[in-house]
């Protein structure tokens, strides 16, 4: 329901953050579900595309919705600049 009113509002942040999210929820369910995959190179393979979707879909509903938000015009130096802290700190 919340969803709805938000994006009936026409901001492309919003979109970006729920699409997030639903990507995000989607690729963890089909990760729960990888215990039913044969195993070997198939299974390997599997679980990586889902990792991997699921970054692409916690990236997508946070940090860049919220630095394009935030910092219209400096987008590219602001996400350098994230990049560099998230490097240092892992």
């Known amino acids: 329901m919340f969803r709805f009113f938000v994006l009936n509002s026409n901001s492309k942040i919003y979109y970006l953050i729920f699409m997030g999210i639903d990507l995000l ?18 299974y390997f393979v599997m679980c990586m595309a ?11 509903g946070q940090s860049f919705a919220i ?3 935030f910092f219209p015009d400096r987008i590219a130096s ?6 560099v802290f998230n490097g240092l700190g892992s």
Do not use: H, W, Y
């Open 25 to 42: 929820k989607g690729s963890e369910i089909l990760f729960g579900l990888l215990n039913r995959c044969p195993d070997g190179q198939i």
């Open 50 to 60: 889902c990792r991997i979707v699921t970054a692409l879909g916690g990236s997508m």
């Open 67 to 69: 630095i394009g938000c």
């Open 78 to 83: 602001i996400v350098a600049l994230v990049q």
